[in-house]
């Protein structure tokens, strides 16, 4: 598994941006996906992540309305659709996979070291 996120830049609040994390190596097919995001000084947290076995979803309380998470089999890509993107929104969002807690039904989102992989961040920057 190797994950490349893109689709971070600069947007005024009220704005929406989607964000992609693609499988260059194309193995991550039996892997549950998620977001994570971290602002200066924060700690990462989760935002969203989809599991593998019946793509249960998971929101944070603060993206919630706002954002999809969604993914593509065929070409290996998980999305997060931002809209709505909020000042409060500015970190750099990771992508990660992983084929533990995270494969199965979601009940409440699997932390950080459960997942196995993690991709390279991309900036968010919300503008007010």
């Known amino acids: 598994v190797q994950l490349q996120a893109s689709g971070g830049g600069l947007v005024q609040a009220g704005g929406s941006l989607r964000l992609s994390c693609t499988d260059s190596k194309r193995t991550s097919s039996n892997h549950g996906m998620g977001w994570f995001r971290q602002a200066p000084g924060k700690e990462r947290e989760v935002v969203s992540c989809?599991?593998?076995?019946?793509?249960?979803?998971y929101y944070t309380d603060s993206v919630k309305g706002r954002f999809t998470i969604s993914k593509d089999n065929a070409k290996n890509t998980v999305y997060l659709q931002m809209n709505s993107l909020k000042p409060e929104d500015t970190a750099v969002y990771y992508c990660a996979a992983g084929v533990g807690s995270i494969v199965a039904p979601i009940t409440n989102p699997p932390p950080a070291d459960e997942y196995d992989y993690w991709g390279l961040g991309t900036l968010v920057t919300v503008s007010s």
């Open positions: 989809i599991s593998y076995s019946d793509n249960t979803k």
